[in-house]
């Protein structure tokens, strides 16, 4: 389904990527406190054939610089793309310029007490509003109204959806009457619990105790509905990856509890961790209609792709990295598969167009390697904490039982496609 037609090794460790929304740009955060962009390479079309070529070409790097003195923690551009922010151990948020990689703002991330506060992760919610949270479990809303390479020194409001570190965040769409277009409500998962935020009214939901850490989430939209006469665009839920190799599903609406269970992985005392997910564009491998296709990173390195939507049960494993986990996962603008892990980042493209009766039939991915990463330019100095922080990532991936759901279903693995 997948062949790796590029990649590209990285000076040290990944901690986060952030694809740029409207142009081939990929921004890396490494454990060294190095923020990179890199130019992945375009998928051209041969004058006598209407078929693109893969887009297999050198990755190359636009600005690369020591963004913070500790590992850079999580990234996200802006909403039109002209803004790269970056949040690290250093417990300070930045905005830097997408074309020159130049600080145009800088905070310190407010704390409870006279410890840091280190971020878990950013999100651009809007052009005007940009989500921070911490490991201490507040989620911080900073004002961008003025500009978005300015930064407000407090945060507009802050929430605590969670008892624990946010793990992932995903927005949701805005209902038939908002005025704006964009998202003001999200979901957010932390510890064993999922809850949902309103941008101005704060937590409005919060699940029951799952019984395991959960970790990733991703919306999916056009389900089929279970009954004749729902609307015609069907039902949406997101998608929330586990600790313990296990997807759940959570029907919009209903927070409470999860309605369903997809198990991607098992093993002696659960499987593998989920710790990252991105959803595929429609058409890849055939599936087409309702149905869609889910990328996993999971935490042996393996990348699960799951298929959703009736087509529960399909699903081909790639290799992104030996032993190192998958930390981010996304979609370029040319429908590629970005994925990041270790000290590497590849570029899915697909291979072949699978017949859903036969998921046999999907091809292994295939490695190859770019030259090095060019020269750098030091904006600050420090010692790199990556030892430390690999500590602190394995230390929040605990292991626990999940509950006895109902609608359960199994997903049927290829060992031989590892």
């Keep these: 389904m997948f062949d790796s037609i590029c990649a590209f090794p990285l000076t040290s460790d990944l901690f986060a990527q952030a694809i740029h929304p409207t142009e081939r740009l990929l921004a890396v955060g490494l454990t060294s406190g190095h923020v990179q962009t890199l130019r992945l390479p375009p998928v051209t079309h041969n004058g006598d054939s209407s078929e693109a070529d893969t887009g297999c070409g050198e990755i190359e790097t636009c600005w690369r610089t020591r963004r913070h003195k500790g590992s850079c923690r999580s990234l996200a551009w802006s909403s039109d793309g002209e803004t790269l922010f970056s949040a690290g151990t250093d417990s300070i948020l930045k905005a830097a310029?997408?074309?020159?990689?130049?600080?145009?703002?800088?905070?310190?991330?407010?704390?409870?007490?006279?410890?840091?506060?280190?971020?878990?992760?950013?999100?651009?919610l809007t052009p005007t509003a940009l989500l921070l949270a911490t490991d201490s479990s507040a989620l911080h809303?900073?004002?961008?109204?003025t500009t978005h390479s300015t930064l407000s020194s407090k945060p507009s409001q802050t929430y605590h959806p969670h008892t624990d570190y946010v793990s992932s965040l995903?927005?949701?769409?805005?209902?038939?009457s908002s005025t704006s277009g964009f998202p003001k409500q999200w979901v957010t998962t932390g510890g064993s619990t999922l809850a949902v935020t309103d941008l101005r009214k704060g937590v409005l939901s919060r699940s029951e105790d799952q019984e395991e850490e959960l970790l990733s989430s991703v919306l999916v939209t056009g389900l089929p509905a279970r009954k004749r006469g729902r609307a015609e665009n069907g039902r949406e839920k997101v998608y929330v990856g586990g600790a313990g190799g296990v997807i759940t599903t959570w029907e919009r609406g209903q927070w409470d509890d999860q309605g369903g269970r997809i198990i991607v992985d098992t093993g002696i005392g659960g499987g593998e961790?989920?710790?990252?997910?991105?959803?595929?564009?429609?058409?890849?491998?055939?599936?087409?209609?309702?149905?869609?296709?889910?990328?996993?990173?999971?935490?042996?390195?393996?990348?699960?792709?799951?298929?959703?939507?009736?087509?529960d049960g399909l699903?081909?494993?790639?290799?992104?990295?030996?032993?190192?986990?998958?930390?981010?996962?996304?979609?370029?603008v040319d429908g590629?598969?970005?994925s990041g892990g270790g000290s590497i980042v590849k570029i899915w493209t697909e291979a072949i167009i699978a017949e859903r009766s036969r998921p046999n039939g999907t091809k292994r991915g295939i490695d190859s390697d770019s030259d090095s990463d060019q020269g750098e330019k030091s904006e600050e100095n420090g010692e790199a904490s990556s030892g430390e922080e690999k500590q602190q990532r394995l230390k929040k991936k605990k292991r626990r039982k999940g509950k006895a759901k109902p609608d359960v279903k199994q997903v049927l693995g290829f060992d031989d496609l590892d």
């Design 97 to 124: 310029s997408t074309e020159t990689g130049r600080v145009t703002s800088k905070i310190l991330i407010p704390s409870p007490n006279t410890q840091p506060d280190p971020p878990s992760l950013i999100h651009a």
């Design 141 to 145: 809303i900073y004002d961008l109204r």
């Design 170 to 176: 995903t927005a949701l769409p805005p209902g038939e």
């Design 273 to 311: 961790s989920l710790d990252c997910m991105t959803l595929l564009p429609d058409g890849i491998g055939g599936i087409k209609g309702s149905g869609r296709l889910l990328a996993a990173g999971m935490g042996d390195g393996a990348v699960k792709i799951v298929g959703l939507g009736g087509y």
């Design 315 to 332: 699903f081909v494993t790639l290799r992104h990295a030996d032993v190192d986990s998958v930390v981010g996962l996304g979609v370029d």
């Design 336 to 338: 590629r598969l970005i």
